[in-house]
């Protein structure tokens, strides 16, 4: 199907495993981003990509690593996992600099 | 602090009745965008407003962007209780030339029927 998709879209995981959130977009869009959304802080980005190959570190990075090896897939690694990153991240794509960004479903992960 | 600042945080109407929403921002900014977002789901892009505009419409969507004071704000009249959701200001950052959008808190609106 065509457009953006999240996997898994719920996790539950323990403190300390590492956890990779995939993300995969069908446009062939330029741009990827990764964010996580928290009551009271609303969006905040995590990462972003360019290109593959060309990532870059946004708001909040810290615990997370990225890769972009395709332009379609955008996965988000949490290396070793804290309560505080419990969360619901958002992946998101766009074609430009300029344009609308389309967002993926969510994934809600729990670290326990 | 985010770019973009959405008032109130949250607004209970009756359905019928007229929605409005602000949002402030800090810099200057290429186009300012409005999301949806209903519980558990995604953001859905809803309006974009460039620079050099002053208003849009969409449906039964109105927004209007001063730049002068860096503000917008957005319209729905007539609401539904479908339109129940969270509300998103996003601007464009143009440091990076638009490359990274960055989002309010977002104003959470209850419609009643």
């Known amino acids: 199907d065509a457009g953006i998709t999240q996997s898994p879209r719920y996790k539950i995981t323990e403190t300390g495993r590492q956890v990779t959130l995939m993300c995969h977009q069908t446009?062939?869009?330029?741009?990827m981003f990764w964010y996580r959304q928290d009551l009271g802080h609303g969006l905040r980005l995590i990462y972003y990509?360019?290109?593959?190959?060309?990532?870059d570190k946004g708001e909040v990075p810290d615990g997370y690593v990225v890769s972009r090896s395709k332009t379609e897939n955008f996965p988000l690694t949490l290396e070793s996992a804290t309560r505080s990153q419990t969360s619901v991240y958002f992946c998101?794509?766009?074609?430009?600099?300029?344009?609308?960004?389309?967002f993926g479903p969510g994934t809600r992960l729990l670290v326990l | 602090s985010q770019q973009g600042e959405e008032d109130p945080q949250a607004l209970s109407i009756q359905e019928g009745e007229n929605a409005t929403m602000n949002c402030s921002y800090k810099?200057?900014?290429?186009?300012l965008q409005w999301y949806r977002q209903n519980s558990g789901r995604g953001l859905v892009h809803l309006i974009l407003?460039?620079?050099?505009?002053r208003e849009k419409h969409s449906g039964r969507l109105r927004v209007t962007l001063d730049t002068s004071k860096k503000s917008s704000s957005l319209l729905i009249t007539a609401s539904r209780a479908a339109d129940t959701a969270s509300y998103f200001c996003?601007?464009?950052?143009?440091?990076?030339?638009?490359?990274?959008?960055?989002f309010g808190a977002g104003t959470r609106l209850f419609v009643k029927a």
């Open positions: 998101a794509s766009k074609g430009t600099g300029w344009e609308t960004q389309y």
């Open positions: 446009w062939s869009h330029s741009y």
């Open positions: 990509s360019a290109a593959a190959d060309i990532t």
């Open positions: 810099t200057s900014i290429n186009n």
């Open positions: 407003i460039r620079s050099n505009e």
């Open positions: 996003a601007t464009d950052d143009n440091d990076t030339g638009g490359f990274k959008t960055i």
